[in-house]
């Protein structure tokens, strides 16, 4: 007597287009939400570091080199993408955080561009401008984690 080969199941149907949009929705924002967690970290020690270099390198003068620049910029830059990252998390899944914690990123913001603007007046002392930036930037990042922890 010969034996049957079982059949293969019959594959689910697939879900309607919106169907998959409610499940990778918590993906993405506990995504975001850890991408703003990490970012809010790295910002805050590497404006700390930037802001020491800058001043060393403001008394240090053979120390000065692009290199200063490119670690400054890289903070800076750290904390914008976090204030980005923070924003969507607001705007686009409705998460609730202490309304200091937004004034900290929309200051974050408006440092980062005052200090852009105010780097030709500085001349001279541009190191000891973002030095100062960087280590007020990373007490802003300190305050802004101390107020959702």
Known sequence: MATRRRSRPTPPTTPPS??????SEPAIETLLLDTHNVFGFAAVVANGVAGIVCLVVWRVTRWRGRWVWILTVAAQ?????????????VAGFKLKAPNVHYFYGFLVFLTVGLAFQYRDAMRGRTE?????????L???GIRAVFQVV
């Open 18 to 23: 919106d169907a998959g949009l409610e499940a």
């Open 77 to 89: 830059v750290l904390f914008l993408v976090d204030v980005v990252v923070g924003t969507i998390l």
């Open 128 to 136: 000891l401008l973002y030095g100062l930036v960087g280590l007020f």
């Open 138 to 140: 990373m007490g802003l």
